[in-house]
């Protein structure tokens, strides 16, 4: 069998030769990662200058549109009020217009009535001898008891209803007699029906 030494000598070796491929391999790559990290740190140098300035104005800008979101809110409620106002204005002039031709109305009826009275034809008047109050002798007590009866009408012809009904009505009748209240009158049936 070969000497251990001839494998160890051959084994370093090849570890040797590895590890210098191995190097030889790995310097590009650390050289980009090199040029990585100088570009990084060149971002994030500018984004340390850049980022507080965008980001305050970021702020400004959502406060600006927080600020115009309420003066957008204050003049529609503004608007809505003035829309009201004007509503109330049309209803109060409409108001006024119907009050206004009412009026009109009135006004011109009144014109045709005192038109119609003025330009009818007056009749003729008729002259009445009449006594001044103090001149008119009193009536006499005779004379007024004429006058009231003339004007008194009797209780038939108040409650009679039909010129052709000649039958006094039932509660005229004298209810004394038995056969009366016990007998059904025309009223009676009347009712009945």
Do not use: C, H
């Amino acid at each position: 069998m070969i000497d251990p030494l001839f494998w160890l000598g051959l084994s370093i070796l090849l570890v040797a030769t590895s590890l210098t491929a191995v190097l030889v391999a790995a310097i590009p790559a650390l050289q980009e990662l090199a040029r990585a990290a100088r570009s990084a740190e060149k971002l994030f140098d500018t984004l340390s200058r850049e980022l507080p300035p965008t980001l305050d104005a970021i702020r400004m800008t959502g406060l600006e549109i927080t600020d115009l979101t309420d003066d957008v809110s204050e003049g529609v409620k503004s608007a809505g009020q003035v829309v009201k106002q004007v509503d109330q204005s049309l209803d109060s002039a409409k108001k006024q217009a119907q009050n206004l031709q009412v009026g009109t109305r009135s006004v011109f009826v009144g014109v045709k009535a005192a038109w119609k009275n003025f330009t009818r034809q007056k009749p003729a008047r008729r002259t009445v001898e009449r006594l001044p109050i103090n001149e008119k002798p009193p009536l006499t007590l005779r004379e007024r008891e004429a006058l009231r009866q003339e004007n008194r009408r009797t209780k038939a012809e108040v409650y009679r209803t039909e010129d052709s009904y000649n039958e006094p009505a039932s509660w005229e009748t004298n209810f004394e007699d038995e056969d009366l209240l016990s007998k059904p009158t025309a009223s009676d049936d009347w009712y009945n029906q």
